[in-house]
């Protein structure tokens, strides 16, 4: 849905900020652990990727994989900035059967929710895991907060919240693939996954949640055009992050991130 600007991928550093504690939690309860190798599904610009590398440490590796190429150079690009070397990037889908398989663990968010048919990728990405490998996933549960998402009610969150669960679920994701997540895993053959449903509360002027939602918005302006749904444009998008600050400072209030659920498996022996 999003294209892979430079301005894009500092969006998705603002989110790396954001969802960082319970994507690091789920890998070290899912598993994780130092001197694996571990395949990272769908790694985009590679924030998962670096957090599993710092779990793995150097006696560990992690291969992030993404069918764009773009997404790939520019996770690349980062590894070399940050002088990060056990960590590699590759432009593959993860569901394909890869060369160097036999990792130990399997690792993902926000990617499930883009398959049409998630236990069928899941289960095919399965045959790079060995038997007893973990499987970690994070997964957007968005739907969740459509009916309760701020306190005091904020009119400003709830337009873009309800506009962008319109924009995301009518490109065809699934809105609610986080309590999903344990259908996902028992259907691609995985034991009966451990599930946590956490969200990011955030308020006070200097979250920078602000940001973050107003850059998701401005990234998904065209695939609005494309559907045909109306509510914000690059003028209104502008304003979005002061307005949603003014307004929460103002109520003394707080806005509820995007909920996810991480769930973790083993792949039967």
């Not at 773009?70 to 996770?75: D, Y």
């Not at 490998?133 to 919240?161: C, K, N, Q, R, T």
């Amino acid at each position: 849905m999003l294209e892979r600007t430079a301005r894009e991928l500092d969006r998705l550093d603002l989110q790396g900020v954001l969802y960082r504690e319970v994507t690091w939690r789920a890998l070290v309860e899912g598993g994780i652990e130092a001197g694996m190798r571990v395949l990272d599904a769908g790694c985009g610009s590679g924030d998962v990727s670096f957090l599993a590398g710092e779990v793995v440490g150097r006696g560990g590796t992690v291969v992030g994989v993404d069918r764009e190429a773009g997404a790939v150079e520019a996770a690349g690009e980062r590894a070399r900035r940050r002088g990060v070397t056990n960590v590699t990037f590759r432009n593959a889908r993860f569901a394909d059967v890869l060369e160097y398989a036999g990792f130990d663990a399997l690792v993902g968010r926000f990617v499930l929710m883009h398959q049409s048919d998630p236990s069928a990728v899941l289960s095919a990405a399965l045959h790079n895991i060995r038997p007893g490998g973990a499987v970690v996933f994070v997964e957007s549960s968005m739907a969740s907060i459509l009916s309760h998402h701020s306190l005091p009610h904020s009119p400003a969150y709830d337009a873009v919240v309800r506009w962008m669960c319109a924009v995301v679920g009518g490109s065809g994701a699934d809105l609610e693939a986080g309590l999903r997540l344990r259908r996902t895993f028992l259907g691609a053959g995985l034991r009966e996954p451990v599930l946590h449903l956490e969200a990011r509360v955030e308020g006070g002027s200097d979250s920078a949640m602000y940001a973050y939602v107003a850059e998701s918005v401005r990234s998904l302006l065209p695939r609005a055009r494309a559907l045909g749904i109306e509510g914000f444009d690059e003028t209104t998008v502008g304003t979005l992050a002061e307005r949603l600050r003014e307004e929460v400072v103002r109520s003394d209030g707080v806005l509820v991130n995007w909920p996810v659920v991480a769930g973790w498996a083993r792949r039967p022996a």
